[in-house]
């Protein structure tokens, strides 16, 4: 099967435009909040794709998949191939499974079934940092060894990070919202490149493990609040969030929805 041409018709056809409302919980608003499902489980990364279904890597690395109700889908061990470094779900249909200690890719089907495995080529990219799909049908990856972005198959290779000046290269967070490329260093902040890997502008927001992005707004969480910072105008707006406990580590947000994740799971509230 040739992965970069998976699904393009898909991708072709999935274009949705997200209008992202800044919303101000006050105490009011707060108990209008309403729990529709809790998951009890040790989490170690989460996603959500724009159906709303809900993903989870556990510290045994295995993956459930739980829709927007909080249905059970389907949860899969993948044995025989390390530690899960990151999961991409922008293609519903097919999740990414990304193990950068073994340089490999698992490509699924939408109740987690194996559809394709990908070996890294050791001449196109050494050891790989953090990963994603990119809307090509390739992916992008942080080549460790190169200090540089890169998407095999596509010729689409960024600058060595060191050159730039970038200091303490430890980038742990890869995600891809059509035409940039967003990736998340946490002592210098959140890197930009176009589609073709070339950097564009560093944002000065530090010590982010993972984010959303929604058109230009990127949207993180720190500490009982959401901040939402506008790529082009470097404005930025911190959302308070009320009903977050003290052991709510991240936050996950869609229209008129949350996912706040602890040591121990994952509670989902709608509004």
């Known amino acids: 099967m040739n992965y970069f041409n998976l699904n393009r018709s898909f991708l072709a056809g999935i274009f949705i435009l997200v209008m992202l409302v800044f919303v101000n919980i006050s105490h009011s608003s707060a108990q209008e909040l309403r729990k529709i499902f809790q998951v009890d489980t040790a989490v170690k990364i989460v996603e959500t794709d724009i159906l709303k279904n809900l993903y989870i890597i556990t510290p045994g690395n295995a993956v459930l998949k739980y829709d927007s109700t909080g249905k059970f889908i389907a949860g899969r061990q993948f044995t ?33 079934n194996i559809v394709s495995e990908i070996a890294m080529d050791p001449n196109l990219v050494g050891q790989f940092g953090p990963a994603c799909r990119a809307s090509s049908g390739s992916f992008w990856v942080y080549d ?44 210098a902040g959140i890197a930009i490149f176009d589609q073709y890997g070339t950097y564009y502008k560093m944002l000065p927001i530090k010590n982010v493990l993972s984010f959303q992005v929604f058109k230009n707004t990127i949207v993180t969480y720190h500490d009982g609040s959401l901040f939402y910072y506008d790529m082009e105008t470097n404005d930025q707006k911190a959302v308070p969030l009320q009903f977050v406990t003290p052991d709510v580590v991240d936050v996950k947000t869609a229209s008129r929805r949350f996912w706040t994740q602890t040591k121990k799971g994952i509670i989902c509230y709608v509004y």
């Open 80 to 112: 025989g191939y390390g530690v899960i470094s990151s999961i991409d779900v922008t293609n519903t249909l097919n999740p990414e499974i990304f193990y950068s200690g073994q340089s490999k890719i698992i490509i699924t089907d939408d109740v987690l």
């Open 144 to 187: 460790i060894d190169d200090a540089r972005l890169k998407q095999p198959g596509q010729n689409a290779n960024g600058p060595n990070l060191a050159t730039l000046g970038i200091k303490d290269l430890n980038p742990v967070y890869l995600l891809e919202s059509s035409p940039w490329v967003y990736m998340s260093i946490p002592s």
